[in-house]
């Protein structure tokens, strides 16, 4: 996610400063910026995936853990986790589609 911040306050600050600030515009390559921006969402999304999972295995230990406190009152555990591409932060969608292969079609939306 830090990647990901650092790169777009790049891509800001080098859109923002006047002309004689910068170096010229033919040294930016729209494609490698590009290519650059989706690798850094991409490794973001990634960390964001492995933090989610770490916080899960986590919870799931204080949970098993705590089950003679709770005498009975516990939901199952599926093991399963569910969610919605789309509903990811904007950075993070593209990634998810070509990690998990979604698209609109898959929801059955028209």
Known sequence: MI???????????????????????ASLDPVAVALETDRLADAS???MLAREHRMIEIATRVRRSAVEL?????????GLQVT??????????NP??????????SFGTR
């Not at 990647?3 to 923002?16: I, N, Q």
């Not at 919605?84 to 969608?93: D, E, H, L, W």
């Open 84 to 93: 919605n591409v789309f509903a990811q932060p904007r950075a993070y969608i």
């Open 3 to 25: 990647r990901l911040l650092v790169c777009l306050c790049a891509l800001f600050s080098a859109a923002v400063l006047p002309p004689g600030a910068r170096a010229s515009e």
């Open 96 to 105: 998810a589609i070509r990690r998990f292969g979604a698209s609109d079609d």
């Open 70 to 78: 709770c005498e009975g009152r516990l939901a199952p555990i599926l």
């Open 45 to 47: 999304f990634l960390e």
